[in-house]
């Protein structure tokens, strides 16, 4: 035990655990944004997935307990990493010139910090509705919890929706290096693979916020109403 | 004083000295290993093997080298391949065909018992680089691959690309590394040996200077091996490293060890002609290009169209024409040569004439821009990075550069050197290579020194030697400090108006000029005149900045450069001696009518080792050549 | 030509550094970027002044002593090359340029431009080599080695230590150079009976010695003289992670992969 506790405390043991723990967000975070798409098919069908996952306690405190630990692993590897790296260089170059990495990847810690703060006031704002204009806790039609009247109303908010958008394109940036660098960190490289493992980062990316920021656009386009 | 040069070879049939010799070899025992301490300085191929073999036997060593790490020593920049008998292609290679070739190869003035038994390990040392993971070239069912290499007729060069010493080197380096991390060798990078230390005759310390801090200090040990490479760089403009020096075997040469053969210098053919006065040092372009390549030089003298406008029959393809059989593989001295002649007579090419173009338009037209794309597309763009000119268009120009020196401090059999306790191993030694060495045999040379023989031989001495102790506080030592101290000092006290590299500079084209390619008489005399005067400017003129008690790279060049300037007349003593000519060594004076060597086995069949004289002209003494095995023939490569 | 550098100049390790101004005339094309330094110098000890300080060895671009950034990238602004293959040829007549030595907690500075880089030896120390003693090993050709297996291998093998990787990265990380180390002995049968203990140690070695891990920007493969892939990172993590299984399963794991050798 101690030697595997050791083989997660070296640079690259705190690396593989950043990068399992990030892609265990992004596995939410797509699942999140799969649910959610469900707007699209009117207010029935959200309400009652969202029904359909509040009758399950259990299963939803313990996805979310573990949804935080996850999250609070990554966030303080995340920091633990870049103190060390801060670190490894005591005094900056008076000129530094990068060839191949690309804008997102050298933002990692900002993009980071923005969907940190994005998760925080959206937990506050849509789950727990503390924050932001509050909405009409109200119940539809089959009795279900009304969460699709809850986004029509918070994404008629410019405000709310400038947060939201911009919460996604740090989640953007963010991935767009994220989602490759941990396929490599966690050793999936292969001649016939590599073009796919490059293009993964950028593909989720769009995907993830294609998809998320098409339903704030279309609530509130009116698109959806 | 040296009485008498004994070789101590074994005697019984060639093939069976080596092995009868290790066994009347005396042994160490383990437990006493631990408590003798062997100081080993540098860290290249001989070097590094046997810092680790001796690490790995139990000794406790000591290993310097002034580079900041031992992976940088200049065996790294070997390129073409390492040789051994294993006769893996079965084209008719043998132990005596190696042995017979390596010793032709020298004309004849190697000593037969070492290349035989050189020619015998060099298959064990194939065996053992593999074992350290060295990643030579595959055949595509998995076996090595061999290329024929250095104009011999039988496929035995094992080879990593064209990085085969970087490959080679690292496997001895990471050897170290683990006997480093064992505790089996104290490991001193940027320390610089600047003298011996001999008590009662025999070797038992070394002087350095911790590059870093400038500390000079005193190490003491059972006995020293020195593993400090040629001397090429006393020409100034080599293809060696630009920190390559002859300060440790000539320091030990000061102290007692005779020195051999110094004027054996090889000069390579292929390197990028010099172009401008700061170049520091000349590129060298691989062997291989022969292959493929044409040299030639326009018929006509001072003609400066560009070559594409000479036409064939206004070409002179001077080695085709002057060695029919092995035109442009010639090997390296006879190639040299010939393109020196022609630079010579005014048909040189290029800015100052100091070059002949190497062509690929006719195998660029037999077999299509790819096929040498794909085999010289490196060099090509090395040639193209560094005089930015296009080879595939226009021919390469090339001009010889030193390269290589077969001379070296005299070792016997045991590789000892005069001094008792002092081994010297790879190219610091003068060893195998007679008057001239073959491609891809240094590498053998250094890594069958360091691995097979000094680590049986050094145990023979050590377990023989009387050998009271010796602390830092012995009179010898102490003297051998405070005299780098004072050379240290008088250094940085002449501050003068010149730079050490303006001396070294001049130095260097004195000798390239008069005791370079070919040698004569008049001009050897010219040189032995012009170097002490060049000599007592430098004391007078030189400037050395700072202090010594820092890192200070002026420092350590000028204490190099103030050594070339001694050596480079035991270089031209030796030179003006053998009047002869023999492999690398050129006399002008003794050559046939067409312009071929002229050896003389009746006068100069021997070894010249050189003895130190304070204020006087070196002592020589001759170890005579017996050749019991080979013939000794003309060697022709007409 | 004519050039204004702009060079780093520092006494010493613990000294506070600054950029000295100095100008480079009768620079000629053909010259390469050391030999433009040299001569510099050269003018600097005529004057009565210290020479710049920068390391250099064989020139042609193999001992991996050369070590300078110049205008913000490690070995300059050609890829695949080393600082000493750099020609004047290269830059405009008249450029400002930047010399500054490589920067990183793990190379502190000797002098000027000339860094301390000991801290890869003792990675190398810690585990890459193959531990057989010298002497009875078996015929070169016992063990196949396939051919695109040996040339991986030299693929990584080719690393010359330099340590540009560790200077271009942003978090000074020695990632490239441990994984070259380590996937040229892992690709090879001689390399595997030691690979678990290898890996370990070497990492251990990188992170103690205080690089950065690695943030798979591959500025590294980049400025790579012998242009090494950053595949190899990848190698080296599968490496670390088979070695993380492999050694949590040892009965009696000892504190230190090679005690054993000791």
């Not at chain 2, 074992?131 to 290499?149: D, K, M, T, V």
């Not at chain 3, 690695?214 to 892939?229: D, L, M």
């Amino acid at each position: 035990m101690t030697r595997l506790l050791r083989h997660f405390q070296s640079s690259v043991g705190s690396k593989v655990l950043l990068a399992l723990s990030g892609l265990g967000l992004v596995g939410y975070v797509i699942f999140h944004m799969l649910g959610n798409l469900q707007v699209f098919e009117g207010s029935r069908a959200l309400n009652s997935y969202a029904a359909f996952l509040r009758d399950m306690p259990i299963v939803l405190w313990t996805a979310r307990i573990g949804l935080l630990g996850i999250a609070v692993i990554h966030v303080a590897l995340a920091i633990h990493l870049s103190l060390q790296n801060r670190r490894a260089r005591p005094r900056a170059y008076a000129i530094h010139r990068y060839r191949y990495a690309s804008i997102a990847s050298r933002t990692m810690a900002a993009s980071g910090l923005v969907v940190l703060l994005f998760i925080v006031f959206h937990l506050l704002h849509l789950t727990a509705g503390i924050v932001g204009p509050s909405p009409p806790d109200r119940i539809d039609a089959d009795g279900y919890r009304d969460v699709y009247g809850l986004l029509i109303h918070a994404f008629q908010n410019p405000v709310i929706v400038l947060i939201y958008v911009a919460g996604q394109v740090g989640l953007a940036f963010h991935l767009h290096h994220a989602v490759s660098s941990s396929l490599q960190t966690l050793g999936f490289e292969h001649a016939a693979l590599n073009g796919l493992l490059k293009a993964a980062g950028p593909s989720v990316a769009l995907l993830v916020v294609l998809g998320n920021v098409a339903i704030i656009l279309a609530v509130f386009l009116r698109i959806v109403r | 004083m040296i009485t008498k040069l004994d070789p101590k070879i074994p005697s019984g049939p060639l093939e069976a000295k080596w092995d009868r010799h290790r066994f009347s070899e005396k042994l160490v025992s383990p437990n006493n290993k631990r408590k003798l301490t062997i100081i080993v300085v540098g860290t290249g191929l001989a070097g590094a093997s046997a810092a680790s073999t001796l690490g790995q036997l139990g000794y406790q060593v000591e290993c310097f080298c002034f580079h900041d790490s031992p992976r940088r020593a200049h065996s790294i920049a070997a390129q073409g391949g390492i040789n051994a008998s294993k006769n893996y292609q079965d084209d008719g290679d043998s132990v005596g065909r190696l042995f017979y070739d390596t010793i032709k190869g020298g004309d004849f003035r190697s000593r037969e018992a070492n290349v035989y038994r050189l020619a015998q390990i060099s298959g064990q040392i194939i065996d053992q680089c593999v074992a350290l993971g060295i990643p030579f070239a595959r055949e595509y069912g998995g076996q090595l691959a061999n290329r024929s290499f250095g104009g011999v007729q039988v496929s035995r060069t094992f080879y990593c690309r064209g990085q085969t010493g970087q490959q080679l080197l690292l496997g001895a380096y990471s050897a170290l590394c683990w006997q480093i991390e064992r505790g089996q060798v104290t490991m001193r990078p940027r320390t610089e040996m600047l003298d011996l230390i001999v008590v009662d005759g025999q070797a038992r310390g070394v002087v350095v200077r911790d590059l870093v801090s400038g500390r000079i200090s005193i190490r003491t040990a059972h006995a020293v091996v020195l593993a400090t490479g040629g001397y090429s760089n006393v020409y100034f403009l080599s293809t060696n490293a630009s920190g390559s020096n002859v300060t440790a075997t000539y320091r030990a040469w000061k102290q007692g060890a005779a020195f051999a053969n110094p004027c054996f210098t090889q000069i390579h053919p292929t390197a990028i002609p010099p172009s401008d006065a700061y170049q520091a040092k000349l590129t060298l372009m691989s062997e291989s290009l022969r292959n493929d390549g044409r040299l030639w030089v326009p018929k006509m003298l001072g003609d400066t169209r560009a070559p594409r406008d000479i036409s064939e029959g206004e070409r002179d393809y001077f080695l085709e024409r002057r060695y029919p059989r092995f035109g442009n593989l010639a090997p390296r001295d006879i190639a040299s040569r010939a393109v020196k002649t022609v630079c010579d007579e005014g048909r040189g090419v290029g800015p100052n004439g100091h070059g002949v173009y190497l062509d690929f338009a006719g195998v660029v037209e037999q077999q299509g821009l790819d096929v040498v794309a794909e085999r010289y597309g490196n060099l090509f763009d090395m040639y193209h990075r560094i005089t930015g000119e296009d080879a595939y268009r226009a021919p390469m120009r090339i001009y010889p550069a030193p390269h290589y020196t077969m001379g070296g401090l005299w070792v016997d059999y045991n590789l000892m050197s005069t001094i008792p306790g002092l081994f010297v191993i790879g190219e610091a030694n003068f060893a195998d290579h007679g008057a001239n060495r073959l491609g891809a045999s240094s590498l053998m040379q250094g890594l069958g020194d360091g691995y097979f023989i000094l680590p049986y031989t050094i145990g023979h001495y050590l377990a023989t030697a009387k050998l009271p102790p010796v602390t830092e506080d012995h009179a010898e030592a102490r003297e051998a400090h405070q005299r780098v101290l004072n050379r240290t000092a008088r250094l940085l006290a002449a501050n003068g108006r010149r730079t050490a590299a303006s001396f070294h500079r001049e130095l260097g084209s004195l000798l390239w000029n008069y005791c370079g390619m070919s040698r004569n008489e008049t001009g050897l005399k010219l040189a032995l005149s012009s170097i002490p005067t060049l000599r007592e400017e430098f004391w007078r003129d030189v400037v050395v900045p700072g202090a010594g008690d820092s890192f200070n790279q002026e420092l350590e060049y000028a204490g190099r450069v103030a050594d070339y300037l001694e050596f480079a007349e035991l270089l031209c003593h030796d030179a003006r001696h053998r009047q002869e000519s023999c492999g690398a060594h050129f006399r002008e004076e003794y050559q046939t009518g067409d312009g071929e060597p002229k050896r003389d086995d009746t006068r100069f069949a021997h070894v010249a080792a050189w003895e130190y004289r304070e204020g006087a002209s070196p002592i020589l003494h001759k170890e005579p050549l017996a050749f019991e095995f080979v013939q000794p023939t003309t060697r022709s490569y007409q | 030509m004519r050039f204004t550098l702009n060079i780093w100049r520092q006494n010493g390790p613990t000294e506070s550094g600054r950029f000295v101004s100095y100008e480079a005339d009768d620079v000629s094309q053909g010259m390469s970027f050391l030999e433009m330094l040299d001569g510099v110098n050269q003018k600097l000890l005529v004057a009565g002044e210290e020479p710049v300080a920068f390391e250099y060895d064989c020139r042609e671009g193999i001992c991996g002593s050369c070590s300078l950034v110049i205008d913000g990238i490690p070995h300059g602004p050609d890829q695949g090359i080393t600082t000493c293959q750099l020609y004047m040829r290269r830059f405009p007549d008249g450029a400002n340029i930047t010399i500054e030595p490589w920067r990183a907690k793990a190379f502190p500075i000797v002098k000027d431009l000339v860094v301390d880089r000991s801290a890869l030896d003792r990675v190398m120390q810690a585990g890459g080599y193959v531990s057989v003693n010298t002497g009875g090993a078996v015929d070169g050709n016992a063990l196949l080695i396939g051919k695109d297996q040996a040339e991986t291998a030299m693929d990584a093998a080719s690393c010359i230590g330099c340590g540009a990787c560790v200077a271009a990265c942003k978090n000074a990380s020695a990632m490239l150079f441990v994984a070259a180390k380590v996937s040229h002995l892992a690709l090879l049968p001689q390399g595997k009976p030691e690979r678990t203990g290898r890996v370990t140690a070497m990492i251990e070695a990188m992170d103690r010695e205080g690089f950065g891990s690695c943030g798979n920007q591959y500025e590294c493969e980049a400025v790579c003289p012998k242009r090494i892939s950053v595949r190899f990172i990848a190698t080296l993590n599968r490496e670390y992670r088979r070695a993380g299984i492999v050694e949590s399963a040892l009965p009696n794991a000892s504190e230190s992969p090679h005690a054993e050798s000791v």
